[in-house]
C-alpha cells in the first residue's frame, strides 16, 4: 500500500478525513472545527484520546484530539469559550497531498463566516495536517484581511492518550512561571524538574520551550512547537469528571492535554500580514529495519522543491507571473482542489515576505513552499 488521502464520512454524518502511510501510520481529521480526531503511529498505537461519550455534531465541541481553540483561548475575552472555530462547520477543505514522495497532508481552511459574524476582523484561517511515520504536525496559518490589526488569543488543544494521568510525568517545565487556573489564576513558579498530576491541573505556563516531553511508562512523547510562546497543561481530575457529560466515566485518567498557544501576550497581526505557528510531536517507537523497504520517501519534500526549481529554471526567466509559478509549483492532482484563485489569495498573506505580489522569483517560490506547503 501506498500513502492514501480519503474523504469519509465520519461519526454523526460529518466529514473526515484520513492520511495513511505506507507504514501503517493514520491520522483522522474532521472538517468540522479542523478536529484530528486520531494519530496513529505505525506500530498501531493511538496516540490521541477522544472521549467515548464525545458528541458529534455541528454546534457541539469534540471532546478530545485536537481541538482549535481560536480567536480566544478559553474564557479569556469577550468571545465564547476557546473561541468559535472549534464548533463550526464552515471550514472547507483546501488542499490534499497524497503524493507517494511526500508526507501525505491536509490542508482546511476557515474565513469570515456566520460564526465569525462577532469578530470585528476579516480572515483566513489555514490549518495543515501532515502526517510522518512516528509523528505528527499541526500548523496554523492566519491571515488579516482587515483595516486594522487583528488580535487574537489561541491553543492547539491536544488530548494525549495516557495510560494513566497519575503516572505520567512532563518535563520541559521546572522554573517556569504558571498562572494556576484552580486558583483563581494565582501565578506561582514549578519547582519540580517534572510535572506529576495530582489531581485537577490547569496551568497556562508562560514562555515555555520548544520542546517538552510527556513519558509515560516506556514511551515518551516529544512535543515541539513554533510560534507558540505559551503552554497549557490541563486534566480535570476525578472529582470534578464526572460533571463533564461528554468525559466516559473513569476516562479522565486516559489522557492528559498539553496545548501549545498563544494566551499570556495576544498576537496582533498587521492588516495584510500573516502569522504562523506549528506544533510537531514525535513518538518514540523503535523503527523496525522494514520500514526502509517500505520506500518511505524522507527526501519527498526535498525531490519535489528540485523538481520545481528545475521547470522555474527552464523557463529562463528571473521571476514568473503568478499564473505560471501557480501551473509548476501545484501538481494535476493538487489543482482540483486547490485552484489558481485559492494559490492568488494565499500569496495576498504573504505581504511581508514577497518583493512583490504580481510575479514570483525561486526565493519567493521556495519561500511559499516551505511555508504553505
Ligand atoms: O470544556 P472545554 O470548553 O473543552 O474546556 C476544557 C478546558 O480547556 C483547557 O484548555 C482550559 O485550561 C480549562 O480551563 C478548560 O476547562
Redesign the pocket.
Given at each position: 500500500m501506498s500513502n492514501q488521502v480519503e474523504q469519509i464520512p465520519g461519526e454523526g454524518g460529518l466529514e473526515k478525513v484520513k492520511l495513511t502511510r505506507a507504514s501503517g501510520a493514520s491520522c483522522e481529521v474532521y472538517v468540522y472545527g479542523a478536529h484530528v480526531t486520531s494519530w496513529k503511529t505505525f506500530d498501531g498505537v493511538e496516540r490521541l484520546y477522544v472521549s467515548s461519550a464525545s458528541k458529534f455534531a455541528s454546534g457541539q465541541?469534540i471532546?478530545g484530539g485536537i481541538?482549535i481553540?481560536w480567536p480566544q483561548?478559553?474564557?479569556r475575552g469577550t468571545y465564547g469559550?476557546?473561541g468559535f472555530c472549534?464548533t463550526t462547520d464552515s471550514w472547507v477543505v483546501r488542499r490534499i497531498v497524497s503524493d507517494p514522495k511526500r508526507d501525505p497532508s491536509v490542508t482546511i481552511e476557515l474565513s469570515d463566516c456566520e460564526a465569525s459574524k462577532d469578530f470585528p476582523f476579516s480572515f483566513k484561517l489555514t490549518y495543515t495536517v501532515t502526517l510522518s511515520d512516528s509523528g505528527l504536525t499541526t500548523s496554523m496559518h492566519v491571515v488579516n484581511n482587515s483595516d486594522d490589526p487583528m488580535t487574537f488569543t489561541t491553543?492547539l488543544?491536544t488530548y494525549f492518550a495516557v495510560s494513566d494521568v497519575t503516572t505520567v510525568k512532563v518535563s520541559g517545565l521546572q522554573g517556569l512561571k504558571f498562572e494556576d487556573?484552580t486558583k483563581g489564576g494565582e501565578v506561582s513558579e514549578q519547582a519540580d524538574e517534572q510535572l506529576m498530576i495530582r489531581g485537577e491541573v490547569?496551568?497556562?505556563y508562560l514562555d515555555t520551550p520548544e520542546e517538552m516531553l510527556i513519558t509515560d511508562g516506556d514511551t515518551a512523547i516529544s512535543v515541539k512547537k513554533s510560534g507558540f510562546p505559551d503552554s497549557?497543561v490541563?486534566n480535570?481530575g476525578e472529582e470534578k469528571a464526572a460533571g463533564?457529560s461528554?468525559l466516559g466515566a473513569g476516562e479522565w485518567r486516559r489522557y492528559l492535554?498539553v496545548?501549545a498557544?498563544a494566551i499570556g501576550t495576544p498576537v496582533v497581526v498587521e492588516p495584510g500580514a500573516a502569522w504562523v505557528a506549528e506544533q510537531r510531536f514525535g513518538a518514540s517507537v523503535a523503527v523496525p529495519m522494514s520500514l526502509a523497504e517500505l520506500g518511505e520517501p524522507e527526501v519527498g519534500d526535498a525531490e519535489r522543491l528540485n523538481k520545481i526549481e528545475a521547470a522555474f529554471k527552464a523557463k529562463g526567466k528571473a521571476s514568473l507571473p503568478l499564473e505560471e509559478a501557480y501551473e509548476i509549483m501545484i501538481s494535476p492532482e493538487e489543482k482540483g482542489i486547490y485552484g489558481l484563485n485559492d494559490f492568488k489569495e494565499d500569496v495576498k498573506g504573504f505581504e511581508d515576505q514577497m518583493a512583490n505580489k504580481e510575479q514570483f522569483t525561486w526565493e519567493e517560490i521556495k519561500v511559499f513552499l516551505e511555508t504553505v506547503g
Open positions: 465541541a471532546r481541538p481553540c483561548f478559553n474564557t469559550k476557546h472549534r491553543a488543544h487556573s490547569d496551568r497556562v497549557v490541563w480535570i463533564m461528554d492535554c496545548e498557544g
